[in-house]
């Protein structure tokens, strides 16, 4: 994979956005050509490029409308229906639904919270009130079940 | 190339990764590690569940099959010449480093932006069709501004005065439509949008709307309409009156409503003025539904059904009669 490809992936797994992410890839590159006089590279050109990708993308995502009082409404109302969010009813096919509705509980709650509403671990955290630690392992785990439970649909 | 810090992929690593939560240095170990294709295959299997779990936020590729030339070029136009410093050959390196890489197809359109339609109205309505067929009646002195095609995962306008919205459904690219004060977030639905100044009011007749600003968001259902002013907190209205965007439907309806109140309807809708000789007729109560009738044969109607002359005049007409004294 070229550094192109894997910089534009990874900036896509944070802002979800094909077009944002490739933009940002592209303008760093330009903005690193006309500042290449001034450009200071501790490490490697690629430590360089991810970094700055990654922070140009949590720019990006602070920038982003705040929606946090929706969230926690949708928070709420998934903990007690298992709702998912109206837009993507829909698209979504009925044995993923079904997949994700036999998550545990907590899990099935971190879980949509991050692909469905695509709040930041952090965020996930605070509105429930447990640790970033907490998130990560949930949605692990969440990634785990569905991967047994969808295998045959997906490989 | 090595990490200076052991970074050790695991299970939880991906999950962070595809969820984006990955630092740079992770993201980078993660790449390291995928070299191995036994390790490739496990990551591609997480992946596609990841992937699978939301298809349209799924898979994606990025053109490589792009303009490497106009990057070049690009490049070459801001070059500032010191051609054997450490930085020019740092870039040269970079360039090579990426000669397996294209820039996107349109290395320079990225920075326009793409062709916009404006339609501004003054004194007619407009029926505005956009790229996805979905259709906007923008009512008088409004302006809606559109791309000539709409993008990849999106449908967005931006929009001021009043306009009566059906959206083609179309789940995989929302409608958005940005206003001064809120942005407004549908799939495929029926809804009036009206804003002046800082106020903004959404009345959504079909489906559901998502109504935003940067401090609070609100989901609006059919029959429920959502008032905006400046910075305070959406409110949501539990009626709407339809008759509101007549001058869109065409259609009115009116259930012992006021002669005040219907009047203002006909006013909204159409190009007239209506002026009532006294302000007993304004207490007179109308109950009746026009569907694409005109405003003359409306008040015609109106006054043949409560004993009231009208009198054309330009583009006013005046009502005289004795009205509805006994009403409060």
């Known amino acids: 994979m070229s550094h192109y490809e894997s910089l534009c992936r990874y900036a896509y797994t944070i802002l979800k956005n094909a077009e944002e992410a490739e933009d940002v890839v592209q303008s760093m590159f330009v903005k690193i050509w006309e500042k290449r006089e001034e450009l200071e590279v501790k490490h490697t050109i690629r430590s360089y490029l991810f970094k700055a990708v990654y922070h140009q993308c949590i720019n990006l995502l602070e920038h982003r409308s705040v929606k946090l009082k929706h969230q926690v409404h949708l928070a709420h109302e998934m903990l007690t229906e298992t709702q998912l969010p109206e837009p993507f009813q829909h698209e979504l096919e009925e044995n993923i639904v079904a997949a994700i509705k036999t998550l545990p509980d907590q899990c099935r709650l971190i879980f949509m919270m991050s692909r469905y509403e695509e709040l930041r671990y952090a965020e996930i955290a605070a509105h429930l009130k447990i640790s970033v630690n907490t998130v990560e392992n949930q949605i692990s785990k969440a990634l785990k079940i569905l ?9 | 190339m090595k990490n200076k810090i052991d970074i050790v992929v695991n299970d939880e690593l991906i999950a962070r990764y595809l969820s984006g939560e990955a630092q740079p240095e992770e993201a980078e170990a993660l790449i390291d590690w995928l070299e191995d294709s036994v390790n490739h295959k496990h990551f591609e299997k997480i992946q596609a569940t990841w992937h699978f779990t939301l298809p349209s936020k799924g898979k994606v590729s990025f053109d490589k099959d792009s303009a490497w030339n106009a990057l070049q070029l690009d490049m070459r136009s801001t ?9 020019y050959r740092v870039a040269a390196a970079l360039i090579i480093g990426l000669s397996a890489v294209y820039f996107g197809y349109n290395l320079f359109q990225w920075k326009t932006v793409a062709q916009q339609i404006s339609v501004v109205t003054q004194k007619n309505t407009e029926t505005v069709t956009l790229p996805d067929n979905s259709t906007v009646v923008v009512n008088r002195n409004s302006t809606i501004t559109y791309p000539k095609g709409f993008s990849k995962d999106s449908r967005e306008v931006n929009f001021s005065g009043e306009g009566f919205f059906s959206v083609k459904a179309d789940v995989s690219k929302p409608f958005v439509i940005h206003t001064t004060v809120a942005d407004i977030k ?7 949008v009206s804003s002046a100044g800082s106020a903004l009011e959404v009345n959504v007749q079909e489906g559901r709307v998502l109504v935003y600003t940067s401090t609070d968001s609100v989901y609006i259902e059919a029959g429920h309409a959502a008032l905006l002013e400046a910075t305070k907190p959406i409110k949501i ?12 439907t065409r259609k009115f309806d009116f259930q012992d409503v006021p002669l005040a109140d219907v009047f203002q309807s006909i006013e909204k809708a159409y190009p007239y003025t209506i002026q009532v000789a006294n302000t007993d ?20 109607l109106i006054g043949e059904t409560l004993d009231l002359t009208i009198q054309e005049n330009d583009s006013t007409f005046r009502v005289e009669g004795k009205g509805c004294p006994w009403v409060q």
Do not use: P
């Open chain 2, 237 to 248: 209205v539990n009626t709407i009156d339809a008759n509101q965007w007549g001058y869109a």
């Open chain 2, 281 to 300: 007729i304004k207490n007179c109560r109308l109950t009746a539904s026009f569907d694409h009738v005109s405003a003359r044969e409306m008040l015609n």
């Open chain 2, 79 to 87: 070059s500032k010449g010191s051609s054997l410093s450490l930085w």
């Open chain 1, 147 to 155: 991967r047994v439970k969808l295998k045959d649909v997906i490989e």
């Open chain 2, 186 to 192: 549908v799939v495929g639905t029926e809804f009036n």
